[in-house]
């Protein structure tokens, strides 16, 4: 699991002054934050750096927030993407999410605000690590599993011993039930006799 430190946020704004403050604040709160002075900067880091969440502000001159968003759905889907401006209104809200901003804060915002949100992006990150890390298990799982029936018709007695083994191992983890355990094992085991 990522901890705050290793979780990076990017913050893009043309105002030194609110870039310079966002980026104190969630420092101050443990995370790693990379600051871009434009949206040219800010996709350029996207480029080169592994970013979980950009704080973008919409306006700015040359690359602005929309293309900031743009790029960074196109190229880095798992950062999440959000709008940060002074000119809110309720279609540039829902045009940010329509083209892939998970959330839209309109300036001047409550400090509390960008903590609030980078705390749940945050651990919506862990989740979706956690999703992906359990997926795997189960894919894992279900292989080791299939393999356990080959094993139960091959009839080997040396594959049993190492199968009961991995079957061990996956009640360990909680990946099976004792209760299963002790069926595919019994099953291994008349299997081979």
Same mark, same amino acid.
């Given at each position: #699991?990522?901890?705050?430190?290793?979780?990076?946020?990017?913050?893009?704004?043309?105002?030194?002054?609110?870039?310079?403050?966002?980026?104190?604040?969630?420092?101050?709160?443990?995370?790693?934050?990379? =600051?871009?002075?434009?949206?040219?900067?800010?996709?350029?880091?996207?480029?080169?750096?592994?970013?979980?969440?950009?704080?973008?502000?919409?306006? #700015?001159?040359?690359?602005?927030?929309?293309?900031?968003?743009?790029?960074?759905?196109?190229?880095?889907?798992?950062?999440?993407?959000? /709008?940060?401006?002074?000119?809110?209104?309720?279609?540039?809200?829902?045009? !940010?999410?329509?083209?892939?901003?998970?959330?839209?804060?309109?300036?001047?915002?409550?400090?509390?605000?960008?903590?609030?949100?980078?705390?749940?992006?945050?651990?919506? !990150?862990?989740?979706?690590?956690?999703?992906?890390?359990?997926?795997?298990?189960?894919?894992?799982?279900?292989?080791?599993?299939?393999?356990?029936?080959?094993?139960?018709?091959?009839?080997?007695?040396?594959?049993?011993?190492?199968?009961?083994?991995?079957?061990?191992?996956?009640?360990? =983890?909680?990946?099976?039930?004792?209760?299963? !355990?002790?069926?595919?094992?019994?099953?291994? /085991?008349?299997?081979?006799?």
């Amino acid at each position: #699991m990522k901890t705050k430190f290793d979780f990076k946020i990017l913050i893009a704004d043309d105002d030194e002054i609110v870039r310079d403050a966002i980026s104190s604040l969630l420092k101050d709160e443990g995370y790693s934050v990379i =600051s871009a002075k434009d949206g040219i900067d800010a996709i350029k880091i996207l480029r080169v750096e592994d970013i979980d969440l950009v704080i973008t502000d919409l306006r #700015m001159p040359g690359v602005d927030g929309y293309e900031v968003l743009r790029y960074s759905v196109k190229n880095n889907p798992d950062t999440v993407v959000v /709008i940060l401006t002074a000119y809110g209104t309720l279609d540039t809200a829902l045009n !940010a999410i329509k083209d892939g901003a998970y959330d839209y804060l309109t300036k001047p915002f409550k400090i509390q605000e960008i903590i609030l949100l980078a705390e749940k992006i945050y651990r919506r !990150a862990q989740l979706i690590q956690e999703n992906r890390e359990l997926k795997k298990s189960l894919r894992d799982a279900y292989r080791d599993i299939q393999l356990i029936k080959t094993v139960v018709r091959s009839n080997s007695p040396d594959l049993t011993a190492a199968w009961i083994e991995k079957i061990e191992n996956l009640k360990a =983890s909680n990946i099976i039930t004792h209760q299963d !355990a002790e069926i595919l094992k019994e099953r291994l /085991i008349r299997g081979n006799e």
